[in-house]
């Protein structure tokens, strides 16, 4: 570059980046950090970004104290930056704060700019980044939008919803890698209207459902994603 300084001088030197109005942002060393991935999962689960232009914003919504206060923990560890809670009548509390470093860095793992959950990917450069870093990120996405399920007729189960195809098949592989066989079936919700706190809800998308069944397959992600 044009400072005579190679990638790796800079990965290994610099962890700290001075912006605009005296404000400050730490940055991980390596983006394959168990943190990081933990991270990307939960906000790619129940959260957004927002970039335009030179400005970003990361929200992250939740019914559950715990997960929010994991976030803020996330990224005050990892980014030295603080988020601020939000919470409205009759609407999902949330955390939420501004960072441009932060929003590009949980892009480049494959959330989309916006509210595009039907258009959510996991990219290349997250299934390169080791198991470890692929356990951890499928961890923060079961945390979010997924659930066990104990049945009597049945048996147990984990389960796992997304309105994004691309994700479901991709998840499906994923865990693959790890010895953990899934089905993935599809809901058609597209159109179908939901009552919630006195709101009709318009289902924008059709749902795809991601299912592991068996002992064998639930003892392998307990052991290999937790």
Known sequence: NEAGFTNEELSTHVRVLFMRHGNSIRIPRMLNNPELAYLGGLIAGDGSIYIKATRGMIRFYSNNRVLLNKVSSLISNLFGITTKSVREDGKVPYVRTNSLIVSDILS???????????????????????????????????????????????????????????????????????????????????????????????????????????????????????
């Not at 706190?197 to 749902?207: A, K």
């Open 108 to 226: 480049a793992f494959g959330l989309k700019s916006g509210k595009k959950s039907h258009q959510m990917d996991i990219s290349w450069i997250t299934t390169s980044l080791g198991k470890k870093f692929l356990s951890n990120f499928l961890r923060g996405l079961f945390e979010t939008d997924g659930w066990v399920y104990s049945r009597r007729r049945e048996g147990s189960g984990i389960g796992f919803l997304t309105s994004s195809p691309k994700l479901a098949q991709k998840m499906q592989l994923l865990l693959l890698g790890f010895g953990i066989y899934s089905k993935v079936r599809k809901r058609k919700k597209k159109g179908v209207a939901n009552h919630i706190n006195g709101r009709e809800i318009i289902t924008r998308s059709d749902q795809f459902c991601l299912e592991i069944l068996g002992k064998e397959n639930l003892v392998r992600f307990r052991d290999e994603i937790g």
